[in-house]
């Protein structure tokens, strides 16, 4: 928006009770995802008193001037939605199966905003019909960005020789927070059935799995000791490399075959360019979520012409349209919204690819052309310009703009 002449930039909550109101708001992110939880007294209290905190805060230091906010996701959803000026609330996550009681606790804080945005039609909340305006705008991505920008061959080596990672091996890759909802252990069962079928053929396959530890989501860090655990994965700490953040790897057989990387996120040029690398550097990508809003990560391999595998599940289902067309899904979806799959299905998805290398370079191609056309910074832009627009003139958006038209 910068770039356009729209003044705008980021600020970042802090709560008081940083590790308690996290740990509340992640309760709320997988209840709103559909997962099972309970809405207790004292989790309001804490949400609403840190919502209270941050608000004050953030008035005191000036930072909620501008002619419109917009608020992602629920964290800041209360705090956001105190202030008096034009505000529009953006949700990233799949809602189309969500725990009732947590929507309708949040819903009066989400009906004082002038607009909501979400990724697509069948995640926008029905408590919200006729209440505010709604807008179907997918993210999109920037192909100029360190994360996205063509990289030389020599550097994608550098990453990969840096990690112990054998570039002359087949490398499938997830990159993804480590969340139960990304289903870590399905994916390193996946790659352990397909690596032994593909070793009767005398081809050898790595796992690389990279993610890094979200400020707001304390559930990060068990879910990354339990998959170590469960593996026992070996540590290899990292020496500090040029170009590469702090990072640390646990690795599985010897050689290794499964690399677990926990990528340091500062400085975060550094980790856009090593999850470029990665991405660049590999065979296929898998996003084997459980639920998901979009998944940017797919987005990203698609435009370096990478054939994914992903579960068809919310976002990735709409990304992939139909297995074949511009990735290759896993599963199906239950009546809760849930993926119900099988290791064995990935598994055979994986050597799909190998079986038909040809076919799986067509699709990757033609998901490279799609993400160019419907998916690029600039048409996301191009919604946000009339989104703005519309929430200043209070005008309600016409059919084609609520669907990013």
Not at 4 to 13: F, K, L, M, N, S
Not at 199 to 212: F, M, P, S, T
Not at 278 to 287: K, P, Y
Request: proline share 5%; with cysteine.
């Amino acid at each position: 928006m910068n770039s356009v002449g729209i003044r705008a930039h980021w600020e970042v909550i802090r709560p008081r009770g940083f590790t308690k109101f996290f740990g509340v708001t992640k309760t709320f992110h997988n209840a709103l995802q559909g997962m099972e939880a309970s809405l207790t007294k004292e989790m309001k209290e804490t949400y609403l008193r840190e919502s209270e905190y941050i608000f004050k805060g953030l008035t005191r230091e000036e930072k909620l001037k501008g002619d419109v906010l917009i608020c992602h996701d629920p964290q800041p959803l209360a705090a956001i939605s105190y202030a008096d000026a034009k505000k529009v609330w953006r949700a990233h996550i799949d809602l189309s199966f969500p725990c009732k009681e947590f929507v309708d606790f949040l819903l009066p804080y989400i009906e004082r905003y002038d607009a909501a945005i979400f990724h697509f039609e069948d995640f926008i909340l029905e408590e919200l019909s006729g209440k505010i305006p709604v807008y179907l705008i997918p993210a999109g991505i920037n192909f100029l960005t360190p994360k996205n920008m063509e990289l030389p061959p020599e550097f994608c080596s550098y990453i990969l020789n840096s990690f112990g990672i054998d570039r002359n091996k087949p490398i499938i890759l997830q990159i993804s927070r480590f969340d139960r909802f990304k289903d870590p252990r399905g994916v390193v069962e996946a790659i352990e059935l397909a690596r032994s079928e593909l070793r009767k053929e005398g081809l050898d396959i790595q796992l690389v799995y990279a993610g890094n530890m979200a400020g707001d989501d304390p559930e990060g860090l068990t879910i990354l000791s339990e998959l170590i655990d469960d593996l026992g994965a070996q540590e290899r700490r990292l020496r500090k490399r040029r170009l590469i953040p702090q990072s640390v790897v646990w690795t599985v057989g010897e050689p290794p075959f499964i690399f677990i990387i926990n990528l340091g996120s500062t400085p975060l040029i550094e980790n856009a360019l090593v999850v470029n690398a990665l991405q660049r550097g590999a065979t296929i990508v898998l996003q084997k979520s459980l639920k998901e809003g979009l998944g940017l990560t797919i987005l990203e391999a698609m435009c370096k012409k990478k054939p994914v595998i992903a579960g068809n599940v919310g976002g990735p289902a709409h990304l992939i349209k139909e297995d074949g067309l511009y990735g290759y899904s896993v599963g199906h979806e239950d009546d809760r919204g849930n993926l119900v799959y099988t290791s064995e299905e990935t598994a055979g998805e994986i050597l799909r690819c190998f079986e038909a290398p040809q076919a799986a370079f067509k699709m990757a191609e033609r998901a490279q052309r799609n993400v160019g056309v419907n998916y690029s910074a600039v048409r996301h832009l191009l919604d946000y310009l009339r989104l703005l627009d519309e929430t200043m003139k209070g005008s309600t958006p016409s059919a084609d703009k609520q669907n990013g038209g």
